[in-house]
């Protein structure tokens, strides 16, 4: 089994993918060509944005986006702690501080509440001038944007919303990608809507902050590439990874994100009152970047991963440290603790998840997972008495 099963979807879209790459190896424009624009104009207007600029990554996505703003030193950016590297990198890359802050027990993502209590109290310090918050939509799941949008507009913050993982998802009608200022996403191989190699891109509606990402990801050019206003990156998707994208889009409408949702729900009931499954907030709808169960504590978690791992089913751990706890950033939030992303960090578990998982596919992974579970509780079962239920 595979934890996201790449050779499955391209055997599924082998005709189209083919005729697809060979059109660009025969026209042999492979830097800017002709996908690459129709790419962004379908995804600006799947997405709901005036803007979509395609980049190198989605880590390049994040860094131009921040450029476009002119995020640097003495900045505070508030960060979720349960995420990946990138999120904190960026802006530290840029000379800003990232701010940590813990996140919600039920969703993974950033606590409003504890959000407001890290803007006021940089505020406080006076060391550092606030301008950003850069939520992020963990494993799929949209962060909570009416209330970072009303906290945004009370401390005149910028909000970055971080979709690496959120491509499809959606609040009401609107998708992920159209909240805040400015959004960044990831095509990376197992993202939601990935490519077959890195690429990302930024979603706007900010006419001057996209013509400067457009500058800013080649060299800083002006008018033409061989006039140079500022420094820059060298961040663009090439033909064959947009030419790539366009027929995967083509089965993430029809068909994908209906099916991944289908997974998760059969997931979900096939494990509830066994591990704690995902809760999917009202009126959110998640586009299922993973499928995240947590178990009672990191022992449990460490026995599950090794045991399924032992009967050929892949599972992952995101993430096994807090930003607080990587070396760049230890030290950086010592007001503050971080209890939901520590617990979370010791006991999540992510189980395999594609649209193109059967039936028979998810009844093997929830099957594996009861039988451990039961094996652990008879070799240990005074430790694990009602462990099961989050």
């Known amino acids: 089994m595979q934890f996201r099963d790449l050779r499955k979807q391209y055997g599924a879209l082998k005709p189209q993918m083919d005729e697809a790459i060979s059109r660009v190896l025969e026209d042999c424009c492979f830097i800017s060509g002709a996908q690459v624009g129709e790419l962004e104009s379908r995804l600006a207007k799947y997405v709901g944005a005036k803007h979509c600029l395609t980049c190198a990554s989605g880590t390049d996505a994040l860094r131009l986006a921040l450029m476009a703003y002119g995020i640097g030193s003495g900045d505070a950016v508030f960060v979720p702690d349960f995420t990946f590297f990138a999120t904190a990198e960026m802006p530290a890359a840029l000379g800003a501080t990232p701010v940590i802050v813990d996140v919600s027990e039920e969703t993974f ?97 900010d006419d001057e902050a996209a013509a400067l990402i457009r500058s800013y990801a080649v060299h800083g050019k002006g008018n033409d590439k061989y006039n140079n206003e500022r420094i820059g990156l060298n961040s663009r998707l090439d033909t064959v990874q947009a030419a790539i994208l366009l027929i995967k889009l083509d089965a993430f409408e029809k068909q994908e994100l209906d099916n991944v949702n289908s997974v998760a729900a059969l997931y979900t009931e096939k494990l509830k009152n066994i591990v704690g499954t995902p809760v999917v907030s009202e009126e959110y709808y998640s586009s299922w970047a993973q499928y995240t169960i947590k178990l009672s504590d990191k022992n449990q978690r460490q026995l599950l991963h090794k045991s399924l791992k032992n009967i050929g089913i892949p599972t992952m751990i995101y993430y096994p440290k807090g930003l607080h706890r990587q070396g760049p950033f230890i030290g950086l939030s010592n007001y503050n603790s971080f209890p939901v992303a520590d617990l979370l960090c010791d006991t999540v578990l992510s189980l395999p998840m594609h649209p193109y998982m059967t039936e028979r596919d998810i009844e093997e992974v929830t099957e594996g997972i009861k039988r451990c579970l039961v094996y652990e509780e008879r070799i240990f079962p005074d430790e694990h008495e009602s462990q099961h239920l989050w």
Do not use: M, W
């Open 109 to 205: 993502n950033i606590d409003t509440n504890e959000l407001e209590k890290a803007i006021r109290h940089t505020e406080r310090l006076g060391k550092l001038r606030p301008r950003a918050i850069i939520t992020v939509d963990l494993f799929g799941q949209c962060a909570d944007y009416k209330s970072i949008e009303e906290i945004a507009e009370k401390h005149n913050l910028l909000v970055i919303e971080d979709a690496a993982q959120s491509f499809g998802a959606k609040i009401g009608a609107k998708r992920a990608c159209s909240f805040g200022d400015i959004a960044a996403t990831s095509f990376f191989p197992s993202k939601p809507l990935g490519c077959y190699g890195d690429g990302g891109a930024v979603f706007t509606d």
